[in-house]
């Protein structure tokens, strides 16, 4: 458990040190772009493409990209197996895979959003065009497939939905049945 720790760590390691000093930061700004000195907030610049910052660049971009690869294989593969076994299977059961496929497919669709951000900071790191409200956006924008992510599983995932939404199970009817020599 803890090794899935150790890539996040590394890039967070990574990426501190692809940040230049705050005085270089602030002299650059004074000659080049004085409006951003009157917004509050932490400048950071990063220095040339260095090793750390292409490491920390592929770690976020590239893992969506397998992730993606599986969603889409299993969502293919339920699909195959729910055609072939349709016949035998009740309704309930084709109605919990359907909505399982569902959601597969909307999390298949959320990897590529991300791509926005990285094509967002792409033209910001190759000064293609600069804007304060872009660079701020990129967090907004990376920030929204997890936040979907979660509210898709939790709205196809019966469970958690009941728990969310504070709905109690289905009432079951019971029947009391007397048993003798007992009140």
């Not at 910052?53 to 293919?76: D, H, K, N, Q, S």
């Not at 729910?82 to 569902?102: F, Y």
């Given at each position: ?105 909307v999390h298949a669709m959320l990897p590529p959003i991300k791509c926005i951000g990285v094509v ?52 079951f009817v019971t029947s009391a049945v007397p048993v003798s020599g007992v009140l």
């Open positions: 458990m803890v090794l899935l720790y150790i890539p996040p760590a590394a890039v967070s390691i990574a990426f501190t040190f692809t940040q230049a000093d705050f005085e270089i930061v602030h002299q650059f700004l004074l000659k080049n772009a004085p409006s951003y000195l009157s917004e509050p907030g932490a400048l950071t610049v990063h220095l040339g493409m260095t090793f750390q910052l292409i490491f920390t660049i592929l770690y976020l971009v590239l893992p969506p990209c397998p992730a993606y690869a599986i969603i889409m294989t299993l969502r293919r593969k339920i699909l195959t197996k729910l055609t072939q076994h349709s016949m035998d299977m009740s309704e309930r059961t084709k109605k919990m895979h359907g909505n399982l496929v569902k959601a597969l497919t967002m900071y792409a033209i910001l790191f190759f000064d293609i065009y600069h804007d304060a409200a872009l660079e701020k956006a990129i967090f907004t924008e990376i920030a929204i497939p997890p936040a979907v992510g979660a509210f898709c599983t939790t709205y196809y995932v019966k469970p958690y939905r009941r728990f969310v939404f504070c709905q109690s199970p289905p009432n």
